[in-house]
């Protein structure tokens, strides 16, 4: 993703920020070096008039290694075999990798009592704060997920020049990336993420992401902070999105401290849609007292839903602290969404069901590790990747333990665009001892006492529950990634910490614990993780409230062409009998190829001729895997399942393992599959009985619906098979007529497509699904004979970054299969990213037309083109004509 192409987005986004909040982040003119290299004591480096004359640009936010590639001291770890050349931290010790950070900064010396105050969101992994020549914490400051502020209004220079110098010392112990999960485990002794020493799905991180890894900020306020406000929404009843809604009860509360030395009287307030509720208090001479507001009663409140049930309707509040002379000391703008979670025992599933504002949702999620390995967040790459999960017709991501509770910034994402969020704390089977593992260097009881420091996991965990807890999309806390907390951290954070911080949100004590989902079939309660044939998917009953499982995501020629040398882009051969590492170009195997079964299920398609016939033939893999795996799971809603966790559907890095697009953005066909199989509103087929199915996961029943199914030979000629008409229940699916003897029949030859029509009452088609179908022999046979489709392709600007572009397939013609839309600078040849389609690797019946939009982001002053090619339509190119 192109960075730049935001700036003006992003100067916006932080001075609305400075105005909102009297608050400015540091977050440039830093310097650094190492302490290999420099020698001097804090309280010198930290005098302005040091010199920094030797010293380095560095990225704040950001790592030791973000630094060094920004300067380009080290390669791009993500492309080839370059993370090869950087060295590790495990063989160069921890001092190659322990840096000084500083920043000078304008602040003059506040006067009346006010307050200047210093805030890191986040450093990994410990450190030593050093401002104008003093020491500013005292204590000790470790801990990767801990926020700290500290006041430093008397330690600024009264001239306004002020020097922060700050040295980061990596995690203790590093660990060993010896190629287990989480490496010899040995990271997960630290309050970390766990990844940075290797996954199946990663390679190590080399300096475990040392540095000032999340944001700083300075702030100003009056002599009381107001700080952790928190907001909880009840809403009483079962609710609908539209028409009038009764009450809700929004209750409110925040820390007041008091940073002088006298007793500072006054009131609290919380202002939303033009009402104010108040609270008089009076805070003691240096203390922190938290102050709850009487109830708010909010009249027909437009309520916040997960995606495709409803609006995400959110509201924008200002707490402020007014002293007695009415002066405001301080004040904060939260935006919260007003709804309600409940999650009872479903005692047909055996599991939990999950309800919104007393509506029921089955759960289509994925699973999520970070958004960028090396920490390298944004609020625009945050929107792209959640709206690429809605996109996805998804409605919960489940942060997974090994990483991080994710920043403010992704929670935003969430609340727009109605993602419900599963988010783990810092555990993981693997590391934390689970299971015996020989790659590990402590045995499996000793790993799970990890980590070393129980009271810095509580303290960071009560942390971060205050950081994102009026977030409406956080729906789920859970103590880890398959395997809870050691019993003093569990019992603490699920019976005092959570109720008192929080108290709203159900808490597992790890991800596929029996509390979610009952253990009856054997197993660890999550997975598969391989291509699985599609009759598993729909006849096979896994767990009931499955939070992990899924397979492939190997992305096409252009995406792999991004990290992978011309050199490396070998085509990978099927050997049954041998492993992938031994047939896989070892940069593939890098890049955590497996190719357990992906190959194998290539060779129905014909075996691939050549690197671009493999990637495009694994398209049709993917998009088939997503899709059959959705509507497996919604084909047993409530009677089998609750919902299901696709593991997963991102990648932070280069990897080829369980992605719906890649680390660069660009979406894949897994995507297009997963959203065809996850609508509202869905008609499909059995693969296996032939049995044609609705699915509906509206709140509202729907009647007077036509489901008409057609076959599609492969030369394009039109047959009914059947047509119906029906209604279908909220929230259920839904079984109607068998015609697997037609299909049999019909497929034998060369096989064809099977078109699904579902149609409302105006004709209008609600739901479209297409087929491939293979022959008798389980061969795609007549793909591979298919004639070209002369496709038509026209492109229509709505406005700057918007198209809608009109694939019609003229009568006569066979289907145009599988069409691939792009936008694409004309100079380079290289695709806009991220771009948003309403439909991708999509196909076209012969005498259809399919409209489809397209977002992508309009600053670039290069000429950009639409290209659309498909398994047997050329590749063609259309100007993007000028908005009249």
Not at 501 to 509: C, K, P
Not at 817 to 842: A, H, M, Q, W
Request: net charge neutral; hydrophobic share 35%; aromatic share 10%.
């Amino acid at each position: 993703m192109k960075r730049n192409s935001f700036i003006v987005w992003l100067f916006l986004l932080c001075f609305t920020g400075v105005t909102a909040q009297n608050r400015y982040e540091l977050n440039s003119g830093w310097k650094c070096r190492s302490i290999e290299d420099e020698k001097a004591t804090g309280e010198a480096i930290s005098t302005p008039s040091y010199s920094l004359s030797a010293w380095k640009n560095a990225v704040v936010p950001g790592t030791v290694l973000t630094t060094l590639l920004a300067n380009k001291e080290i390669p791009d770890p993500f492309y080839g075999m370059n993370n090869e050349l950087i060295p590790d931290i495990y063989k160069t010790g921890r001092d190659h990798y322990t840096y000084w950070f500083v920043k000078s900064f304008k602040e003059e010396t506040p006067v009346n009592g006010n307050q200047v105050w210093l805030t890191f969101r986040g450093i990994n992994y410990s450190c030593k704060i050093y401002l104008n020549g003093q020491l500013v914490n005292k204590e000790p400051y470790e801990g990767m997920f801990l926020r700290k502020t500290f006041n430093i209004t008397s330690m600024l220079s009264k001239s306004g020049d002020n020097r922060l110098a700050v040295i980061v010392y990596p995690p203790n112990p590093v660990g060993n990336p010896n190629g287990g999960q989480g490496g010899d485990g040995a990271i997960a002794r630290n309050v970390s993420h766990q990844y940075v020493a290797g996954w199946d799905w990663i390679q190590p991180i080399r300096d475990r992401n040392t540095g000032i890894w999340d944001k700083v900020y300075i702030e100003k306020t009056g002599s009381v902070n107001l700080v952790n406000p928190h907001i909880v929404t009840l809403v009483p009843g079962k609710r609908v999105p539209d028409g009038v809604q009764k009450d809700a009860v929004i209750k409110v509360s925040a820390e007041l401290e008091n940073a002088s030395a006298e007793k500072i009287s006054g009131v609290l307030k919380f202002s939303v849609e033009g009402d104010v509720v108040s609270q008089k208090v009076s805070i003691e001479p240096h203390k922190t007292v938290k102050v709850s507001l009487p109830n708010y009663i909010l009249k027909n409140p437009k309520l916040w839903w997960p995606a495709g049930y409803g609006e995400q309707n959110l509201y924008k509040s200002e707490l402020t602290f007014e002293k007695e002379d009415k002066t405001v000391s301080d004040s904060e703008t939260v935006q919260f969404g007003v709804r309600e979670i409940q999650t009872p025992w479903n005692p047909i599933t055996q599991s939990r069901e999950t309800h919104v504002n007393g509506q029921k949702i089955f759960i289509k999620g994925g699973n999520w590790i970070i958004s960028d390995a090396m920490l390298r967040f944004s609020p625009e790459r945050y929107d792209a990747e959640i709206r690429f999960h809605r996109d996805m017709n998804l409605n919960l991501i489940r942060i997974w333990g090994g990483a991080l509770v994710e920043r403010p910034e992704f929670y935003e994402a969430c609340d727009r665009y109605g993602m419900l969020v599963f988010q783990d704390f810092w555990m993981s089977g693997d590391c934390n001892g689970r299971w015996l593992d020989p790659f590990k260097i402590d045995d499996q009881w000793t790993r799970r006492k990890y980590p070393d420091n129980h009271n810095l996991f509580l303290e960071s965990a009560a942390d971060m529950i205050k950081m994102v807890r009026n977030h409406p999309s956080l729906a789920i806390w859970c103590g880890g990634n398959e395997i809870a907390p050691p019993d003093d951290i569990l019992h603490t954070l699920r019976d005092s910490i959570l109720p008192a911080l929080d108290g709203t949100r159900i808490f597992f004590d790890y991800s596929n614990t029996e509390k979610m989902s009952l253990n009856t079939i054997g197993g660890n309660g999550d997975g598969p993780y391989t291509i699985q044939p599609l009759s598993v998917f729909w006849n096979h009953k896994t767990w009931p409230f499955n939070s992990e499982v899924g397979s492939v995501g190997v992305g096409d020629y252009e995406s792999l062409k991004r990290f992978i040398p011309e050199k490396n882009m070998n085509l990978p051969v099927h050997h049954p009998n041998q492993k992938p590492s031994e047939t896989a170009d070892s940069v593939w195997t890098y890049h955590t190829y497996t190719g357990v079964g992906y190959e194998g299920s290539l060779e129905p398609y014909g075996t691939p001729k050549d690197i671009h016939d493999f990637c495009r033939k694994a398209q049709l893999v993917n998009y088939d895997q997503y899709r059959g795996l959705m509507e497996g799971f919604s084909s047993h809603m409530w009677s089998w399942y609750t919902g299901v966790i696709i593991w997963k559907t991102q990648n932070p890095w280069t990897a080829m393992r369980g992605q719906m697009y890649d680390y660069y953005l660009d979406v894949n066909a897994c995507l297009y599959g997963l959203r065809n199989g996850s609508e509202k509103l869905h008609a499909m087929c059995n693969p296996v009985d032939g049995t044609l199915m609705l699915v509906n996961n509206g709140f509202d029943p729907v009647s007077n619906l036509t489901l008409v199914a057609n076959w599609i030979d492969m030369d394009g000629k039109n047959s009914l098979i059947k047509q119906e008409t029906s209604s279908i229940d909220a929230s259920c699916s839904k079984k109607l007529n068998n015609i697997k003897k037609e299909l049999d029949v019909l497929a034998k030859e060369k096989g064809g497509f099977l078109q699904l029509q579902l149609m409302g009452a105006n004709k209008n088609v609600v739901s479209e699904n297409i087929y491939w179908q293979p022959d008798g022999n389980g061969k795609y046979s007549g793909l591979a004979q298919m004639k070209e489709a002369k496709l038509k392709v026209a492109v229509k600007p709505l406005k700057a970054g918007k198209l809608e572009v009109t694939l019609s397939n003229p009568t006569g013609n066979p289907v145009a299969f599988f069409n691939r839309i792009s936008v694409v600078d004309k100079k380079s040849g290289e695709r806009i990213l991220p771009t948003f389609f309403s439909d991708n690797y999509c196909s076209v019946v012969p005498g259809g037309e399919k409209k489809i939009e397209v977002e992508y982001n309009a600053s670039s002053k290069s000429r950009l083109v639409v290209t659309v090619s498909g398994w047997n339509v050329a590749e063609k190119e259309i100007s993007i004509p000028k908005i009249k």
